[in-house]
Structures are given as C-alpha cells and as structure tokens.
C-alpha cells in the first residue's frame, strides 16, 4: 500500500514525535481529513502544519517534504496500475497530472523470466504478442520467427524507439515517443 507519514511540525518542533501513516491512494479530500485529524490530536494543541517525514511503497520516487496531496495521491493511483520502473521513468518527465495517461499511452508491456540480452526480452514479447502477425509469414520462414523477433527488437532499441528496465527476471518496456 502507498502510503505517506504525515508528522506534526509543532509537536516535532517541540521535541515529540506525532503523526500518522495514511494511504495515499485515498481521494485527496479523504487524504486532507486524516491529516487534520492527526493534526487535532496533536499533544500541542492548535497545531496547523505537517510535513511528510516518510512514506512506503513509492518504488524509488522521491517525495518531498511539502509534496502536494494531489500530486502524491496521482502518483499512488499511477503506481497502482503499472510497475513502478515505468511511473518513475515518466515521473519528471510529464506533469504529474499527465502521469497516469502518460504511461497508461507509452507502457508496452512485460516480460518475466527471459535469459539474455535485451534484445531476447523484447523479441519473447514480440512472439508472444503479436503472434497473429507470424500465421502470415510464409511457412519456409516460421522456423526463423525468433530470429526475426530478435532482429526487430534490435531495430526498435538501436533506433530508441523503445526502453527496457530489468529487474529479477521482469523485463518492462516503453515506448520513448
């Protein structure tokens, strides 16, 4: 679960530690009533600021003290849905606004367990994917699908179309246009 340690900055300012673990893939609305909530049950009383001190589960996103509620929980919604390598080559990259639909557009897919090069990652998730391509190609050239496979996988990262991001035995691609 993504979640974000929201501390009280006048309890911490006064040497106490007080805050709250919240989950960031709430609705912003409910995000900002938990805060307040931990903010009302402050041991200094009238407490007003916080600050995020922590937060789990971002896939190596950096995250600020003063990160906007909106932007955190968009970048939860993103890493909801896609793997976290492919949210953080984006983060940065596009507005946080345009995160999700950014990599919702450019993630290609992935590919789990392949040995070897890049280029035979790509060429698995090309066999795999777009097998209806490979009933067309004359029978004398099906026992050579897989070089053929490798072969455009090397076009498509020579040429940059594409990015890779391995992992233990995952390989996730994007597109980079």
Not at 85 to 90: E, G, I, K, N, S
Request: include cysteine; hydrophobic fraction near 40%.
């Amino acid at each position: 679960m993504h979640q974000i340690y929201a501390a009280c900055l006048a309890s911490y300012n006064n040497g106490m530690l007080h805050g709250e673990w919240i989950d960031a893939t709430q609705d912003p609305d409910s995000i900002n009533r938990e805060i307040q909530l931990m903010l009302e049950a402050s041991p200094i009383p009238g407490a007003e600021e916080f600050a995020i001190h922590d937060y789990e589960d971002f896939g190596g996103i950096q995250l600020g003290e003063y990160e906007s509620i909106d932007d955190l929980h968009l970048i939860a919604l993103a890493l909801d849905d896609f793997p976290a390598v492919v949210v953080a080559h984006f983060h940065g990259e596009v507005s946080v606004e345009e995160l999700y639909e950014t990599c919702e557009d450019r993630f290609i897919g992935t590919v789990e367990e392949e040995i070897g090069p890049e280029e035979n990652a790509y060429a698995a998730y090309i066999l795999e994917q777009e097998d209806h391509y490979w009933e067309r190609l004359p029978k004398e050239y099906q026992s050579h699908m897989r070089a053929i496979a490798v072969s455009e996988a090397q076009d498509r990262l020579l040429s940059g179309e594409l990015a890779l991001y391995e992992g233990r035995g995952t390989w996730h691609f994007v597109r980079n246009y």
